[in-house]
């Protein structure tokens, strides 16, 4: 069994705690193989019945980029309609992707449908194979990190329109959208913290003892 030593998890910790959600990424092209890499990271991670449900797709087509890119301005200004005086004003400077400067775009999907795994663990929480899928994009990003590369998740899309934008199997659940480069910034601090959106709350108003 490998042993790891303090240092290393001291280490460890702090990958954990500067692995941030980047939308201001420089323009250096990231390093060939650089996102493969990250993907062969990814499928390290553990998945429901070993069913390794995630799906990846390289998104390197500008028409395709520009289409999500389309699809994200249209999703992000019904978003500001449900809010209202000043936290509409205050979600209106918010910059919530990085599309258009990140030199990666990688989207993420869960094949329902695959045999792979034969079907265990899932019975009674289908729901596992999209949380093996989140749990690969977890890795993905703290590896990401590891390299001083960035990563940020867009959420603001319409999961019909990618599918079709992107062509892919009808089987196939979109779970995410990754933006990948060189963030212009390094920051312990989650970006909505700084814009006083929202703060980090401690563990413990998240855990129950019974």
């Known amino acids: 069994m490998?042993?790891?030593?303090?240092?290393?998890?001291?280490?460890?910790?702090?990958?954990?705690v500067w692995r941030r959600d980047?939308?201001?990424?420089?323009?250096?092209?990231?390093?060939a193989g650089a996102i493969d890499r990250l993907i062969e990271t990814a499928c390290l991670s553990p998945s429901v019945g070993l069913s390794q449900p995630w799906r990846f797709v390289v998104v390197d087509d500008a028409?395709?980029?520009?289409?999500?890119i389309d699809d994200?301005?249209?999703?992000?200004?019904?978003?500001?309609?449900?809010?209202a005086g000043e936290r509409a004003a205050r979600y209106a400077t918010?910059?919530?992707?990085g599309l258009e400067q990140a030199p990666g775009h990688l989207a993420v999907?869960?094949?329902?449908?695959?045999?792979?795994?034969?079907g265990?663990?899932?019975?009674?929480?289908?729901?596992?194979?999209?949380?093996?899928?989140?749990a690969a994009i977890t890795a993905m990003w703290?590896?990401?990190r590891a390299d001083g590369i960035g990563i940020g998740w867009v959420s603001i899309l319409n999961p019909e329109r990618v599918h079709t934008t992107l062509d892919v199997p009808e089987t196939w659940k979109f779970i995410a959208y990754l933006c990948i480069g060189y963030p212009e910034v390094e920051c312990d601090q989650p970006e909505l913290e700084q814009a006083k959106w929202e703060h980090r709350r401690g563990a413990g108003e998240f855990t129950l003892r019974r």
Request: aromatic share 10%; charged share 30%; proline share 4%.
């Open 109 to 118: 999907f869960a094949d329902k449908a695959s045999d792979i795994g034969h």
């Open 2 to 16: 490998v042993e790891f030593d303090d240092t290393f998890r001291q280490h460890l910790r702090e990958l954990f």
């Open 72 to 83: 994200f301005r249209a999703c992000n200004a019904d978003a500001l309609n449900a809010y």
């Open 94 to 97: 918010l910059k919530l992707s």
């Open 120 to 134: 265990l663990g899932r019975t009674t929480m289908p729901e596992t194979t999209e949380y093996s899928v989140v």
């Open 63 to 68: 028409a395709r980029r520009r289409a999500v």
């Open 22 to 31: 980047v939308r201001r990424f420089r323009a250096d092209p990231l390093p």
């Open 142 to 144: 703290l590896a990401a």
